[in-house]
Every structure is written in C-alpha cells, then in structure tokens.
C-alpha cells in the first residue's frame, strides 16, 4: 500500500516538483511549531503570573540590547513574541481546518445532493448559493458572527466565541465546494455505473454516498486546500478587526491587532512577526493547493 | 403460460423545455407505444438505427425512467407504478448489461465489491458467504477469482464486460437486459461474450432482451427480433422469417446492409435508403417511413399503418400487406 502510494503519478509530480517539496516543508515546520508550541516554546505566553513588565519591548536579535531569551523580541507587557506566534499559530490553523471541515460537509452535501436530485431541488440550492456568492466572504462571516454573538448571553460569549468563529467562516465558504460538488456530480450521474446502482435497487443516499462522493472528491481536496488559506485570512482580518477571538485565545490576527498599536512607536516586531508568520503559513498552504490543482488536473500536463 | 416479461402500449416521451419558465414546448417521442413479450429462457433481438428508441425502451422496462404511458408486467404482475420499495423484489428478477464496459463499473471500488453489492444490498447471503458467492460468480463468468482484488482500469475491455455480466448475475436474475452489450468490443472478444452469455442462458434459463444494432450479432444470439423505426416496432417475428423474408421495406433495407461474405450468397439486391431519420419530435403523418420508403403510396402518407399478424406468428406494421402478402418485396414492386 505505502510502495503503490509512493510510486502513483502524484507522488512523482510530488518528489520532482520544487515548489511542491518547498511549500510542504515550510508548511510541516510551522505545523509541527504550532502542534507542539507547549514543548518547544521557549515561554508561555499564557501564563501571566511569569511575565514581568521589566522585560517589555525586548528587541528581536540583531538589535542592541537583544538576548537569546526572547529572540523575537517582547511585547508590551514583556510576553515573547516567538511564543506567541506559535501558540497564536495553534489557535489560526484550528479555527481554519475546522472551519474547513465545516464547510466541506455541508457543502458537499448540498452538492451532492442538488446534482443527484436536479429538477427544483437543484435550481433551489444552488439559488441560494449564487446569492450567497454576490457576497464577499468576509462580509458573510461578520453578519453571522456578527447576529450570533448578538443572541448569545454575555457570560458564555467568550466561551463560545471560538466557535462562533468556526460556524460563520464555515458558512461563509460552504457555496464553492457545493457548486464544485453539484458539477461533477451532474457528470457521474448519467454513468452507467450509476445507472447500473439503480438496477441493483441501491437506495439514492446509498448511491451518493459510496458511488458518486468517491469520484468528485479530487476537486474538493484542491479547493478545500485552496479554502484553508482563505479561512486562516479569514480568521486574522475578524480578530484584527476585533470581532474574532478574545484576547484570551490570541490568534495571529489578534497578535497582528495587539502589535498594531505600537508600530509608529517604533516597536514593530510586535506586529511585524506575526504578520509575516501570517504570510508564510498562507503561501505555503495557497502554493501546495496549487501545485495540487495542476497535478490533479490532466489538461495541464 | 403468462410470459416472463410482457409490455403493453409503452410510451416514453421526453418534454422539451424552453425558456425561462421551463415552457414544454414539445415531446421528444422517443418510445411510441410498443408491445411485445419475452417468455422464460427466450431472447429477443431489439435492432434498429442510432435514436430509433431501443436503448430507452430497454431502460423505461427496467423503470429506470418512468414510463409515459403503458404497462409493464413481470411474470403477470404489474410493476409499471410501484414506488422504490415495492419494487426491490423485482429488481433481483431483472438485470441489465452496458454498453461501455469503461463506463459501467464504479472506477473506485474493487471488481469484487462492484459484483458483490447487489449481494449485500439484498441481503441474499450472509456477510460470511458474500466472498465465496462472488469468487464463484468470477470462475462462472470466466475470470480468476484471485482478480477480485483488482479494480477495473486493470482489466482489459473483455474482462470488464465479464464483471458487468458477474454483477447482473449475482441476484440470480430471470431477465437480462443488454444494452448493445458487445458493441463496444473487439470483434474476437465480442464473439467469446455473445458464446458466454449463450451459455449462461442454457445454464440458468435465462431470458434476454438484447438491444443492438448489429445485425449479425442479433441473428447469433436472438430467437425472436423485433424491428423499431422512430419509436416503434415496424416488425415482429421468429429470428429465421425474419432474416428469410422480411416483410416491412425497412427491414428489408436494414438487411441488404449487413455485409455478406460471398458476392450474392442469399441472392437479395442492396435497399439503399436516402435521407436521414426524421426527428422524433415532430414525426412524419402517417406511417413514419414513408419518408424514405422505396415503395411508398399516398395512403401511407396519410393512414398509419398497424402493427398486426400478416403471416401466422409473423408481425409487421405496412400497408403493402393488406390485399394479400406480397413477398418478397423487391420482386413484387
């Protein structure tokens, strides 16, 4: 199983493509930065009752007065940007896999079944979706987040901010894997592979479910990579606008925001850092659902 | 005797929709009204051209789209209007195999998976015996069972055919429906298929109703054919009258075509037809040949010509035979 996976077609456009092999390296460090940040970061920015105020505005090295102890610099409030950014990482790369997921599901779904069912079934759905589309994404994710937020009680706000966030990015992005879904599923349904579930008398469900879903999922894995950038952008521009996570679960975004003030004042590694973080983790992601695309695509071999 | 399969009257139109609202602005005929019926362990030949509504008239019998108007019945029992549920029963009674053996098997699942779902969708055998019931189907249809764990862009053409015709065997069907099953082979392969599938047939008394445009094909495999032009059967009879002596100029047309090895060997002059297949949308008045007729009359253009019992046993729908059978038809024009 693992030689033939080593040996398929896309394993090969993998191991003889460099920006392939460079993105995914860069993407697998900051993963394994953000999943283990506990072990390997050198402080926890979480833990108040370490940070000193004697240690802010700590330049990054290469400055006078910097040290190895905080090679980042510190903020503030003498909290390690390094550390941080790593934990920050954990929280932005959370909130978009699982805003992600989120809108794989229901927009495979809803593809699914707009495409298999058709008729008004599918001009309903897919209505719905292109009104959805005139929208800007970010426009959507602020009014769910937005009206949510609103018709929660204060107390369990901050609890429940955190999805909150993931519902309303989710939602935001659901339409493109539907449509992408709803398309190829218009193709496989006049196979006669379908056809011939029909006869044997599989239910419907069963026929999207274990026949058509394996064979329009390609797409999705490339868009859903694609999406995950978004959702990550997604999740900074809220928090930077202050409508995302709380400041206790600071994100990249958060950070961005938090940093933003002292920028003019001459402290810009507050800001600068996690900002380039934020660019890093996006391009690595956006090029890897590139390379994806094209491999996956044979029109462009 | 009731017949295995017996089809009364089935129509299948499709609606044209034009327009924003969906207007139907018309009917696409593509099955006109036909009967016919297949008894236990018989094959009918369906033939005729590209469009003529055979392929449809297959599917519309299986239910696999909803039939305009008619009845279908299955061993007497009326199935044209039962829902889903009621009709799994039957669905293990009839089969069907495809055309494209590329396109007919799900490309990822395993060929074992793909003849061992009708097993596990019925519930026919335990989860236990499910391997053993397809390796079995896999040696009866001439393939390794050690294949199973293939998928199917590693067979070749022959060889999927092979896992198409395990999988409509495996619920032990009484009917078989092919849609042009061997016309998308190599003609070696088509020959070790249409013998397979004889064989089948001896085996488990199988009846087949086999969809084709291939005449020689047909005349191999069937023991009754019947001809359709525009959605209709034109003619209906035992496989030798037929191919002996047509009665209806179409058929006699389609015949003249088949390539014959020797020059002359059944002493029949070449019926070129001119022209194209009329749309069957908007269908000539009439008989829908007289369009390209070599022997059409004015009544034909005007009166349309039923499908009723010229010879004993021997159906066709012309207006040639109605003072008396004029056979054959070139010599008495």
Known sequence: ?301 | MTALLEIRDLKKHFPIHKGVFSRVAGQVRAVDGISFHIDRGETLGLVGESGCGKSTAGRTLLRLLEPTSGQILIGGEDITDLDAKALMPFRQRMQMIYQDPYASLNPRMTAGDIVGEPLTIHRTCAPNERNERVAALFTRVGLRPALMHSYPHEFSGGQRQRVGIARALALNPALIVGDEPVSALDVSIQAQIINLLMDLQDEYKLSYLFVAHDLGVVEHISHRVAVMYLGRIVEMTDKLSLFEAPLHPYTEALLSAVPIPKSGARGRKRVILTGDVPSPINPPSGCHFHTRCPYAMQRCRNEEPALREVIANHLAACHLHDSGVRLPLAKAG
């Open chain 1, 1 to 301: 199983m693992l030689t033939r996976a080593w040996n398929s077609d896309l394993a090969y456009n993998f191991r003889t493509s460099p920006v392939a092999l460079a993105s995914a390296a860069l993407a697998l460090i900051l993963l394994i930065a953000a999943a283990f940040a506990p072990w390997l970061a050198p402080h926890n920015p979480m833990d108040v009752a370490s940070l000193s105020l004697m240690d802010s505005f700590k330049p990054p090295l290469g400055m006078a007065d910097a040290d190895w102890s905080n090679p980042l610099g510190t903020d503030n409030q003498g909290r390690d940007v390094l550390s941080a950014i790593m934990y920050g990482m954990r929280i932005s790369l959370l909130v978009g896999f699982l805003s992600v997921l989120f809108a794989i599901v229901v927009g495979i779904a809803i593809g699914l079944v707009a495409g298999y069912a058709g008729g008004i079934t599918d001009t309903l759905l897919m209505r719905v979706a292109d009104v959805q589309l005139t929208f800007p994404s970010i426009l959507t994710a602020l009014l769910v987040d937005g009206v949510i937020s609103a018709a929660l009680p204060h107390t369990m706000r901050e609890a429940l901010q955190i999805y909150v966030i993931i519902f309303a990015i989710g939602i935001s992005l659901w339409p493109n894997f539907a449509r992408t879904v709803r398309g190829s599923t218009l193709v496989e349904r006049n196979k006669d592979y379908v056809m011939a579930a029909r006869v044997i008398g599989v239910p419907s469900w069963r026929i999207m479910l274990s026949h058509v879903l394996p064979n329009v999922i390609g797409p999705v894995m490339v868009i859903g990579t694609l999406g995950l950038g978004l959702a990550i952008i997604a999740e900074a521009t809220l928090s930077f606008l202050g409508v995302g996570l709380p400041p206790t679960q600071p994100s990249l975004g958060t950070l961005i925001r938090f940093g933003d003030d002292f920028l003019f004042s001459g402290e810009w590694w507050v800001t600068v850092f996690p900002g380039l973080t934020l660019i890093l983790m996006v391009l690595a992601i956006n090029l890897l659902g590139d390379w994806l695309r094209d491999a996956l695509n044979p029109r462009l071999r």
